[in-house]
Protein backbone atom coordinates (compact mmCIF):
# COMPACT_ATOMS: atom_id res chain seq x y z
CA UNK A 1 0.00 0.00 0.00
CA UNK A 2 1.46 3.13 -1.16
CA UNK A 3 1.66 6.74 0.94
CA UNK A 4 -0.87 7.79 -1.71
CA UNK A 5 -3.06 5.23 -0.82
CA UNK A 6 -2.52 5.68 2.38
CA UNK A 7 -3.78 9.00 2.19
CA UNK A 8 -6.89 8.23 0.14
CA UNK A 9 -7.57 5.29 2.81
CA UNK A 10 -8.31 7.46 5.38
CA UNK A 11 -6.10 6.85 7.83
CA UNK A 12 -4.26 10.25 8.27
CA UNK A 13 -5.68 10.29 12.13
CA UNK A 14 -4.07 7.77 12.69
CA UNK A 15 -0.30 8.80 11.43
CA UNK A 16 -1.24 12.05 13.15
CA UNK A 17 -1.65 10.09 16.69
CA UNK A 18 1.30 8.31 16.23
CA UNK A 19 3.60 11.33 15.49
CA UNK A 20 2.20 12.97 17.73
CA UNK A 21 2.93 10.27 20.52
CA UNK A 22 6.48 10.07 19.15
CA UNK A 23 7.03 13.72 19.32
CA UNK A 24 5.70 13.58 23.04
CA UNK A 25 8.54 10.67 23.69
CA UNK A 26 6.29 7.72 24.19
CA UNK A 27 8.96 5.25 23.71
CA UNK A 28 6.72 2.03 23.43
CA UNK A 29 3.83 2.57 21.00
CA UNK A 30 1.92 -0.28 20.09
CA UNK A 31 0.11 -1.17 17.15
CA UNK A 32 -3.01 -3.58 17.29
CA UNK A 33 -2.98 -5.44 14.28
CA UNK A 34 -2.04 -8.35 12.53
CA UNK A 35 -1.69 -6.70 8.62
CA UNK A 36 2.08 -6.47 8.83
CA UNK A 37 2.35 -5.00 4.96
CA UNK A 38 -0.53 -2.31 5.64
CA UNK A 39 0.85 -1.21 9.16
CA UNK A 40 5.27 -1.07 7.19
CA UNK A 41 3.02 1.07 4.83
CA UNK A 42 1.61 3.36 7.36
CA UNK A 43 5.17 3.54 9.05
CA UNK A 44 6.75 4.61 5.96
CA UNK A 45 4.67 8.03 5.68
CA UNK A 46 4.93 8.07 9.33
CA UNK A 47 9.17 8.33 9.20
CA UNK A 48 8.57 10.50 6.12
CA UNK A 49 6.95 13.12 7.74
CA UNK A 50 9.07 13.28 10.71
CA UNK A 51 12.15 12.66 8.75
CA UNK A 52 13.52 9.58 11.00
CA UNK A 53 14.73 6.65 10.14
CA UNK A 54 12.56 3.03 9.95
CA UNK A 55 14.19 -0.12 11.01
CA UNK A 56 12.43 -3.23 11.00
CA UNK A 57 12.82 -6.22 12.73
CA UNK A 58 11.58 -9.67 12.06
CA UNK A 59 12.29 -13.00 13.82
CA UNK A 60 13.22 -14.83 10.50
CA UNK A 61 14.98 -11.68 9.01
CA UNK A 62 16.57 -9.49 11.60
CA UNK A 63 17.01 -5.43 11.94
CA UNK A 64 17.57 -3.77 9.10
CA UNK A 65 17.22 -0.08 7.74
CA UNK A 66 13.91 -0.21 5.42
CA UNK A 67 14.98 -0.57 1.45
CA UNK A 68 18.53 -0.60 2.91
CA UNK A 69 20.61 -3.54 2.13
CA UNK A 70 20.80 -6.88 4.64
CA UNK A 71 19.98 -6.81 8.29
CA UNK A 72 22.51 -6.14 11.11
CA UNK A 73 24.40 -9.09 11.54
CA UNK A 74 23.00 -11.33 14.26
CA UNK A 75 20.36 -9.40 15.20
CA UNK A 76 17.81 -12.46 14.18
CA UNK A 77 18.24 -12.97 18.02
CA UNK A 78 16.14 -10.13 20.01
CA UNK A 79 18.43 -9.78 22.60
CA UNK A 80 20.98 -8.88 20.37
CA UNK A 81 18.48 -6.60 17.91
CA UNK A 82 17.35 -4.65 21.25
CA UNK A 83 20.80 -4.00 22.12
CA UNK A 84 21.37 -2.57 18.52
CA UNK A 85 18.11 -0.20 18.98
CA UNK A 86 20.04 0.83 22.80
CA UNK A 87 23.58 1.72 21.02
CA UNK A 88 22.28 3.51 17.53
CA UNK A 89 22.76 6.89 18.57
CA UNK A 90 20.41 8.67 16.03
CA UNK A 91 16.54 9.04 16.73
CA UNK A 92 14.86 6.59 14.71
CA UNK A 93 11.19 4.74 14.53
CA UNK A 94 11.82 0.56 15.30
CA UNK A 95 9.01 -1.40 14.56
CA UNK A 96 9.41 -5.11 16.23
CA UNK A 97 7.01 -7.36 14.78
CA UNK A 98 5.61 -10.71 16.59
CA UNK A 99 7.47 -9.81 20.13
CA UNK A 100 3.98 -10.38 22.02
CA UNK A 101 5.69 -14.13 22.30
CA UNK A 102 8.72 -12.95 23.86
CA UNK A 103 7.17 -11.03 26.82
CA UNK A 104 7.13 -14.19 29.35
CA UNK A 105 10.77 -14.54 29.31
CA UNK A 106 12.12 -12.07 32.08
CA UNK A 107 14.85 -11.23 30.39
CA UNK A 108 13.81 -9.80 27.28
CA UNK A 109 11.19 -8.51 29.12
CA UNK A 110 13.75 -6.59 31.25
CA UNK A 111 15.88 -5.50 28.34
CA UNK A 112 12.39 -3.96 26.40
CA UNK A 113 12.07 -2.18 29.41
CA UNK A 114 15.61 -0.58 29.25
CA UNK A 115 14.97 0.09 25.61
CA UNK A 116 11.99 2.21 25.98
CA UNK A 117 12.83 4.07 29.12
CA UNK A 118 15.81 4.99 26.98
CA UNK A 119 13.75 5.75 23.89
CA UNK A 120 11.32 8.34 25.91
CA UNK A 121 13.52 10.96 26.30
CA UNK A 122 13.84 11.74 22.77
CA UNK A 123 12.03 11.83 19.94
CA UNK A 124 11.89 8.04 18.90
CA UNK A 125 10.15 4.82 19.80
CA UNK A 126 10.13 1.33 19.54
CA UNK A 127 6.29 0.29 17.97
CA UNK A 128 5.71 -3.51 18.21
CA UNK A 129 2.73 -4.65 16.79
CA UNK A 130 -0.09 -7.16 17.13
CA UNK A 131 -3.34 -7.89 17.73
CA UNK A 132 -3.05 -7.66 21.56
CA UNK A 133 -0.98 -5.63 23.13
CA UNK A 134 1.54 -7.03 25.56
CA UNK A 135 3.48 -4.18 27.37
CA UNK A 136 5.08 -4.24 30.36
CA UNK A 137 3.78 -2.97 33.40
CA UNK A 138 7.19 -1.10 34.18
CA UNK A 139 6.72 0.63 30.68
CA UNK A 140 3.09 1.80 30.85
CA UNK A 141 3.65 5.55 31.86
CA UNK A 142 5.87 5.96 28.95
CA UNK A 143 3.60 3.33 26.44
CA UNK A 144 0.53 3.86 24.14
CA UNK A 145 -1.79 1.37 22.39
CA UNK A 146 -2.97 2.63 19.15
CA UNK A 147 -5.58 0.71 16.71
CA UNK A 148 -5.03 0.58 13.23
CA UNK A 149 -8.60 0.37 11.31
CA UNK A 150 -8.62 -2.42 8.67
CA UNK A 151 -9.01 -2.01 4.83
CA UNK A 152 -12.28 -0.61 4.10
CA UNK A 153 -14.92 -0.91 0.87
CA UNK A 154 -12.76 1.09 -1.32
CA UNK A 155 -9.33 -0.27 -0.51
CA UNK A 156 -11.09 -3.60 -1.65
CA UNK A 157 -12.47 -2.13 -4.60
CA UNK A 158 -9.56 -1.15 -5.62
CA UNK A 159 -8.08 -4.46 -5.40
CA UNK A 160 -10.55 -5.92 -7.17
CA UNK A 161 -10.21 -3.31 -10.21
CA UNK A 162 -6.21 -3.80 -9.61
CA UNK A 163 -6.07 -7.62 -10.19
CA UNK A 164 -8.49 -7.57 -13.15
CA UNK A 165 -6.06 -4.91 -14.80
CA UNK A 166 -3.13 -7.11 -13.73
CA UNK A 167 -5.24 -10.18 -15.25
CA UNK A 168 -6.28 -9.12 -18.79
CA UNK A 169 -2.54 -9.05 -19.48
CA UNK A 170 -2.87 -12.60 -19.17
CA UNK A 171 -6.86 -13.75 -19.23
CA UNK A 172 -9.79 -12.25 -20.44
CA UNK A 173 -10.40 -11.48 -16.72
CA UNK A 174 -14.12 -9.74 -16.16
CA UNK A 175 -16.09 -8.50 -12.46
CA UNK A 176 -19.88 -10.23 -13.18
CA UNK A 177 -21.73 -8.13 -10.11
CA UNK A 178 -24.38 -6.50 -9.87
CA UNK A 179 -24.50 -3.43 -7.99
CA UNK A 180 -25.92 -5.33 -4.66
CA UNK A 181 -23.56 -8.32 -5.35
CA UNK A 182 -20.91 -6.26 -5.39
CA UNK A 183 -21.53 -4.68 -1.92
CA UNK A 184 -22.49 -8.31 -0.99
CA UNK A 185 -18.65 -8.93 -1.89
CA UNK A 186 -17.10 -6.34 -0.43
CA UNK A 187 -19.01 -6.49 3.03
CA UNK A 188 -18.07 -9.88 3.76
CA UNK A 189 -14.21 -9.00 2.58
CA UNK A 190 -14.43 -6.94 5.53
CA UNK A 191 -11.64 -8.58 8.58
CA UNK A 192 -9.39 -9.93 6.25
CA UNK A 193 -6.16 -8.08 5.03
CA UNK A 194 -5.19 -6.81 1.57
CA UNK A 195 -2.93 -9.54 0.73
CA UNK A 196 -5.19 -12.18 2.04
CA UNK A 197 -8.24 -10.53 0.05
CA UNK A 198 -5.92 -10.50 -3.19
CA UNK A 199 -4.98 -14.53 -2.77
CA UNK A 200 -8.36 -15.05 -2.71
CA UNK A 201 -10.20 -12.73 -4.99
CA UNK A 202 -7.04 -13.58 -7.66
CA UNK A 203 -7.79 -17.23 -7.41
CA UNK A 204 -11.63 -16.90 -7.95
CA UNK A 205 -10.94 -15.45 -10.94
CA UNK A 206 -8.15 -17.53 -12.75
CA UNK A 207 -10.28 -20.71 -12.12
CA UNK A 208 -13.33 -19.23 -14.73
CA UNK A 209 -12.21 -15.58 -15.76
CA UNK A 210 -14.62 -13.66 -14.21
CA UNK A 211 -15.55 -12.53 -10.49
CA UNK A 212 -18.67 -13.15 -9.57
CA UNK A 213 -21.80 -14.02 -7.32
CA UNK A 214 -20.55 -17.92 -6.57
CA UNK A 215 -16.98 -16.15 -5.72
CA UNK A 216 -18.56 -14.98 -2.10
CA UNK A 217 -18.53 -18.48 -0.61
CA UNK A 218 -14.68 -18.32 -1.02
CA UNK A 219 -14.28 -15.48 1.12
CA UNK A 220 -16.53 -17.35 3.81
CA UNK A 221 -14.78 -20.52 3.73
CA UNK A 222 -11.51 -18.09 4.35
CA UNK A 223 -13.77 -16.73 7.25
CA UNK A 224 -14.47 -20.21 8.84
CA UNK A 225 -10.47 -20.63 8.59
CA UNK A 226 -10.25 -17.39 10.67
CA UNK A 227 -12.34 -18.87 13.36
CA UNK A 228 -11.17 -22.48 13.44
CA UNK A 229 -7.39 -21.09 14.44
CA UNK A 230 -8.53 -18.61 16.85
CA UNK A 231 -10.84 -21.84 18.56
CA UNK A 232 -12.46 -19.51 20.83
CA UNK A 233 -15.73 -18.88 18.47
CA UNK A 234 -17.96 -21.41 16.49
CA UNK A 235 -18.92 -21.10 13.01
CA UNK A 236 -22.12 -22.14 12.45
CA UNK A 237 -23.74 -23.09 9.01
CA UNK A 238 -26.64 -21.45 7.41
CA UNK A 239 -29.92 -23.36 8.79
CA UNK A 240 -33.73 -22.11 8.87
CA UNK A 241 -35.03 -19.05 8.17
CA UNK A 242 -38.00 -17.11 9.38
CA UNK A 243 -40.13 -19.48 6.72
CA UNK A 244 -39.58 -22.41 9.80
CA UNK A 245 -40.41 -20.26 12.73
CA UNK A 246 -44.21 -20.05 13.19
CA UNK A 247 -45.49 -16.41 14.54
CA UNK A 248 -43.32 -13.91 16.14
CA UNK A 249 -44.77 -11.47 13.90
CA UNK A 250 -43.39 -8.58 16.50
CA UNK A 251 -39.71 -9.78 16.43
CA UNK A 252 -39.52 -10.53 13.12
CA UNK A 253 -41.43 -7.19 11.79
CA UNK A 254 -38.57 -5.31 13.85
CA UNK A 255 -35.95 -7.50 12.05
CA UNK A 256 -37.30 -7.38 8.13
CA UNK A 257 -37.01 -2.97 9.09
CA UNK A 258 -33.18 -3.52 9.96
CA UNK A 259 -32.68 -5.95 6.38
CA UNK A 260 -32.11 -3.01 4.44
CA UNK A 261 -28.85 -1.73 6.55
CA UNK A 262 -27.29 -5.15 5.26
CA UNK A 263 -28.01 -5.01 1.90
CA UNK A 264 -26.95 -1.58 1.74
CA UNK A 265 -24.82 -0.23 4.78
CA UNK A 266 -23.30 2.59 2.62
CA UNK A 267 -26.53 3.96 1.57
CA UNK A 268 -27.52 3.50 5.66
CA UNK A 269 -24.99 5.48 6.97
CA UNK A 270 -25.30 8.56 4.71
CA UNK A 271 -29.10 8.48 5.92
CA UNK A 272 -27.85 8.35 9.06
CA UNK A 273 -28.71 5.24 10.31
CA UNK A 274 -25.96 3.33 12.22
CA UNK A 275 -25.56 -0.79 12.16
CA UNK A 276 -27.79 -2.63 15.05
CA UNK A 277 -25.88 -3.39 17.71
CA UNK A 278 -28.01 -6.52 18.90
CA UNK A 279 -31.37 -8.45 20.94
CA UNK A 280 -31.93 -9.85 23.95
CA UNK A 281 -34.53 -12.86 23.51
CA UNK A 282 -36.13 -13.94 27.24
CA UNK A 283 -38.95 -16.58 27.64
CA UNK A 284 -40.10 -19.72 28.38
CA UNK A 285 -37.37 -22.88 27.78
CA UNK A 286 -38.19 -24.53 24.57
CA UNK A 287 -40.03 -21.53 23.33
CA UNK A 288 -37.66 -20.89 19.99
CA UNK A 289 -35.38 -18.59 21.17
CA UNK A 290 -32.05 -20.42 20.14
CA UNK A 291 -33.91 -21.40 16.53
CA UNK A 292 -35.12 -17.25 15.86
CA UNK A 293 -30.54 -16.55 16.95
CA UNK A 294 -29.84 -18.59 13.95
CA UNK A 295 -32.65 -17.68 11.68
CA UNK A 296 -31.39 -13.96 12.16
CA UNK A 297 -28.31 -14.64 10.33
CA UNK A 298 -29.76 -17.01 7.47
CA UNK A 299 -32.26 -14.34 7.10
CA UNK A 300 -29.70 -11.32 6.85
CA UNK A 301 -27.31 -13.41 4.65
CA UNK A 302 -24.35 -13.20 7.44
CA UNK A 303 -22.44 -15.59 8.82
CA UNK A 304 -23.22 -16.79 12.59
CA UNK A 305 -20.47 -17.26 15.09
CA UNK A 306 -21.58 -18.79 18.59
CA UNK A 307 -19.81 -18.10 21.80
CA UNK A 308 -19.11 -20.97 24.31
CA UNK A 309 -18.26 -19.52 27.54
CA UNK A 310 -16.93 -22.92 28.27
CA UNK A 311 -14.33 -22.38 25.60
CA UNK A 312 -13.33 -18.96 27.47
CA UNK A 313 -12.77 -19.39 30.92
CA UNK A 314 -9.01 -20.11 31.85
CA UNK A 315 -8.28 -21.66 35.41
CA UNK A 316 -4.43 -19.34 34.80
CA UNK A 317 -5.34 -15.81 36.49
CA UNK A 318 -5.49 -13.49 33.47
CA UNK A 319 -6.32 -15.49 31.15
CA UNK A 320 -9.74 -16.16 31.02
CA UNK A 321 -10.27 -11.39 30.19
CA UNK A 322 -7.62 -12.39 27.63
CA UNK A 323 -10.24 -14.65 25.60
CA UNK A 324 -13.02 -12.86 26.10
CA UNK A 325 -11.01 -9.92 24.65
CA UNK A 326 -9.51 -12.10 21.94
CA UNK A 327 -13.32 -13.70 20.98
CA UNK A 328 -14.56 -10.14 20.70
CA UNK A 329 -11.49 -9.33 18.56
CA UNK A 330 -12.09 -12.08 16.04
CA UNK A 331 -15.72 -11.10 15.83
CA UNK A 332 -15.30 -7.39 14.86
CA UNK A 333 -12.27 -9.02 12.36
CA UNK A 334 -15.13 -11.07 10.71
CA UNK A 335 -17.75 -8.24 10.74
CA UNK A 336 -20.36 -8.31 9.46
CA UNK A 337 -21.46 -11.00 11.21
CA UNK A 338 -24.10 -12.09 13.88
CA UNK A 339 -23.01 -13.39 17.24
CA UNK A 340 -25.21 -15.79 19.08
CA UNK A 341 -25.12 -16.06 22.68
CA UNK A 342 -27.27 -18.78 23.91
CA UNK A 343 -28.49 -18.81 27.81
CA UNK A 344 -26.43 -15.06 28.48
CA UNK A 345 -27.06 -15.79 31.83
CA UNK A 346 -24.61 -18.75 32.51
CA UNK A 347 -22.00 -17.11 30.23
CA UNK A 348 -21.64 -14.10 32.98
CA UNK A 349 -22.27 -16.48 36.56
CA UNK A 350 -22.46 -14.36 39.18
CA UNK A 351 -19.15 -13.23 40.87
CA UNK A 352 -17.77 -14.89 43.97
CA UNK A 353 -14.76 -15.17 46.71
CA UNK A 354 -14.05 -18.39 44.99
CA UNK A 355 -13.27 -16.82 41.29
CA UNK A 356 -11.47 -13.79 42.50
CA UNK A 357 -13.78 -11.24 41.05
CA UNK A 358 -13.01 -12.70 37.39
CA UNK A 359 -16.34 -13.41 36.05
CA UNK A 360 -16.97 -9.64 37.08
CA UNK A 361 -14.17 -8.32 35.18
CA UNK A 362 -15.17 -10.51 32.29
CA UNK A 363 -18.77 -9.13 32.54
CA UNK A 364 -17.04 -5.66 32.90
CA UNK A 365 -15.23 -6.04 29.48
CA UNK A 366 -18.20 -7.48 27.32
CA UNK A 367 -20.54 -4.68 28.69
CA UNK A 368 -17.56 -1.96 27.41
CA UNK A 369 -17.04 -3.88 24.06
CA UNK A 370 -20.98 -4.23 23.48
CA UNK A 371 -21.62 -0.59 24.12
CA UNK A 372 -17.93 0.95 22.50
CA UNK A 373 -17.15 -1.85 19.33
CA UNK A 374 -17.12 -0.10 16.33
CA UNK A 375 -17.32 -3.58 14.34
CA UNK A 376 -20.62 -4.51 12.50
CA UNK A 377 -21.54 -7.49 15.33
CA UNK A 378 -25.01 -7.92 15.42
CA UNK A 379 -25.79 -9.58 18.87
CA UNK A 380 -28.14 -12.12 19.59
CA UNK A 381 -28.52 -13.31 23.00
CA UNK A 382 -31.01 -15.36 24.48
CA UNK A 383 -31.81 -15.82 28.54
CA UNK A 384 -34.40 -18.14 30.29
CA UNK A 385 -32.92 -17.34 34.06
CA UNK A 386 -34.26 -13.61 34.65
CA UNK A 387 -33.10 -14.03 38.29
CA UNK A 388 -29.09 -14.53 37.13
CA UNK A 389 -29.31 -12.26 34.10
CA UNK A 390 -26.86 -9.59 35.43
CA UNK A 391 -29.16 -6.45 35.75
CA UNK A 392 -26.09 -4.18 33.45
CA UNK A 393 -27.87 -5.89 30.28
CA UNK A 394 -31.10 -4.44 31.02
CA UNK A 395 -29.88 -0.90 30.43
CA UNK A 396 -30.33 1.12 27.80
CA UNK A 397 -27.69 0.69 25.00
CA UNK A 398 -26.45 -2.64 25.50
CA UNK A 399 -29.27 -3.89 22.90
CA UNK A 400 -31.45 -2.27 20.66
CA UNK A 401 -34.87 -4.24 21.95
CA UNK A 402 -35.27 -6.49 24.68
CA UNK A 403 -38.03 -9.45 23.07
CA UNK A 404 -40.19 -11.70 25.51
CA UNK A 405 -41.08 -15.36 23.81
CA UNK A 406 -44.16 -16.51 25.54
CA UNK A 407 -45.81 -19.83 25.16
CA UNK A 408 -47.43 -20.39 21.87
CA UNK A 409 -51.23 -19.22 21.01
CA UNK A 410 -53.68 -22.15 19.50
CA UNK A 411 -53.51 -20.97 15.87
CA UNK A 412 -49.45 -20.77 16.46
CA UNK A 413 -49.65 -24.37 17.57
CA UNK A 414 -50.73 -25.55 14.79
CA UNK A 415 -48.20 -24.28 12.11
CA UNK A 416 -46.42 -25.52 14.60
CA UNK A 417 -47.40 -29.14 13.84
CA UNK A 418 -47.69 -28.27 10.72
CA UNK A 419 -43.94 -27.45 9.94
CA UNK A 420 -42.72 -30.50 12.11
CA UNK A 421 -44.25 -32.91 10.07
CA UNK A 422 -43.59 -31.12 6.43
CA UNK A 423 -39.68 -31.25 7.64
CA UNK A 424 -40.16 -35.25 8.41
CA UNK A 425 -41.54 -35.86 5.02
CA UNK A 426 -45.16 -36.53 6.07
CA UNK A 427 -48.44 -34.67 4.92
CA UNK A 428 -50.38 -32.71 7.77
CA UNK A 429 -53.26 -32.42 5.45
CA UNK A 430 -53.76 -35.99 6.51
CA UNK A 431 -53.91 -34.81 10.49
CA UNK A 432 -56.51 -32.82 12.60
CA UNK A 433 -53.76 -30.05 13.56
CA UNK A 434 -57.06 -28.56 15.27
CA UNK A 435 -57.19 -31.49 17.55
CA UNK A 436 -53.65 -31.10 18.00
CA UNK A 437 -53.70 -27.58 18.65
CA UNK A 438 -56.47 -27.52 21.55
CA UNK A 439 -55.07 -30.58 23.27
CA UNK A 440 -51.97 -28.80 23.67
CA UNK A 441 -52.73 -25.82 25.36
CA UNK A 442 -49.52 -24.22 26.93
CA UNK A 443 -47.48 -26.33 25.49
CA UNK A 444 -43.61 -24.81 23.81
CA UNK A 445 -42.50 -25.39 20.07
CA UNK A 446 -40.08 -28.11 21.41
CA UNK A 447 -42.24 -30.11 23.49
CA UNK A 448 -45.07 -30.24 20.15
CA UNK A 449 -41.67 -31.02 18.31
CA UNK A 450 -41.09 -34.07 20.52
CA UNK A 451 -44.35 -35.27 20.53
CA UNK A 452 -44.32 -35.47 16.59
CA UNK A 453 -40.66 -37.39 17.21
CA UNK A 454 -42.27 -39.78 19.89
CA UNK A 455 -45.33 -40.52 17.54
CA UNK A 456 -42.84 -41.19 14.74
CA UNK A 457 -41.35 -43.65 17.00
CA UNK A 458 -44.54 -45.41 17.78
CA UNK A 459 -45.34 -45.57 14.23
CA UNK A 460 -42.12 -46.96 13.05
CA UNK A 461 -41.61 -49.58 15.53
CA UNK A 462 -45.54 -50.47 14.94
CA UNK A 463 -45.15 -50.72 11.62
CA UNK A 464 -48.26 -48.27 11.46
CA UNK A 465 -49.22 -45.04 9.78
CA UNK A 466 -48.62 -41.76 11.73
CA UNK A 467 -52.53 -40.53 12.41
CA UNK A 468 -54.01 -38.14 14.69
CA UNK A 469 -54.99 -40.98 17.46
CA UNK A 470 -50.80 -41.49 17.80
CA UNK A 471 -50.11 -37.97 17.95
CA UNK A 472 -53.12 -37.40 20.53
CA UNK A 473 -51.37 -40.38 22.61
CA UNK A 474 -48.30 -39.08 22.70
CA UNK A 475 -49.62 -35.16 23.69
CA UNK A 476 -51.57 -37.20 26.98
CA UNK A 477 -48.07 -38.92 28.12
CA UNK A 478 -45.97 -35.16 28.03
CA UNK A 479 -46.42 -33.12 31.33
CA UNK A 480 -45.50 -29.77 29.52
CA UNK A 481 -43.27 -26.87 31.57
CA UNK A 482 -46.09 -24.70 32.11
CA UNK A 483 -47.43 -27.72 34.65
CA UNK A 484 -44.40 -28.83 35.85
CA UNK A 485 -43.42 -24.82 36.47
CA UNK A 486 -46.37 -22.89 36.75
CA UNK A 487 -45.34 -20.51 39.22
CA UNK A 488 -42.05 -19.84 37.26
CA UNK A 489 -43.30 -19.11 33.84
CA UNK A 490 -46.28 -16.68 35.97
CA UNK A 491 -43.43 -15.04 37.69
CA UNK A 492 -41.50 -14.64 34.33
CA UNK A 493 -44.42 -13.61 32.64
CA UNK A 494 -45.65 -10.55 35.31
CA UNK A 495 -41.96 -9.86 34.98
CA UNK A 496 -41.20 -9.07 31.55
CA UNK A 497 -44.91 -7.48 31.07
CA UNK A 498 -43.27 -3.64 31.97
CA UNK A 499 -39.86 -4.57 30.72
CA UNK A 500 -39.83 -6.36 27.56
CA UNK A 501 -41.75 -6.02 24.14
CA UNK A 502 -43.71 -9.22 23.00
CA UNK A 503 -42.10 -10.87 20.37
CA UNK A 504 -45.52 -12.82 19.59
Known amino acids: MTTQNLKKAGHLDVVREIS ?3 RSHYGLIWLKSDDRPRMESLLRYVSETLNLPLFVWKPSEGLRQIDLGQAIYGTKDILVALEQVRAYTQPALYCFHGTGQFMEDRAIRARFIDVIAGLSSTEAALI ?7 IPDASRPCSAAVTIPGPGSDDFRALIKAICR ?16 MNVLLRNLQGLTLIEAEKILTKAIVEDGKLDERDIEL ?7 IVERTGLLEFIPAGHGFSDIADLVNLKTWLAKRKGIIADPEGAAKFGLPFPKGILLLGVPGSGKSLCA ?3 AMEWGLPLLRMDPARLYNKYIGESEKNYRRAMDTAEKLAPVVLWIDEIEKAFPPGD ?4 GVSQRVLGSFLTWMQERKGDVFVTATANDIDRLPPEFLRKGRFDEIFFVDLPARDVRSEIFRIHLEARGHDPERIDLDQLAEATASFTGAEIEQVVVSALYTAFSGEACLNTDLLVSEVHKTRPLSVTRAEYIQALREWAAERTVPAQ
Open 128 to 134: CTGGEAS
Open 294 to 296: KAV
Open 166 to 181: DLRNRTDARIDLTGRT
Open 219 to 225: VLKEKRA
Open 353 to 356: SEDS
Open 20 to 22: LLI
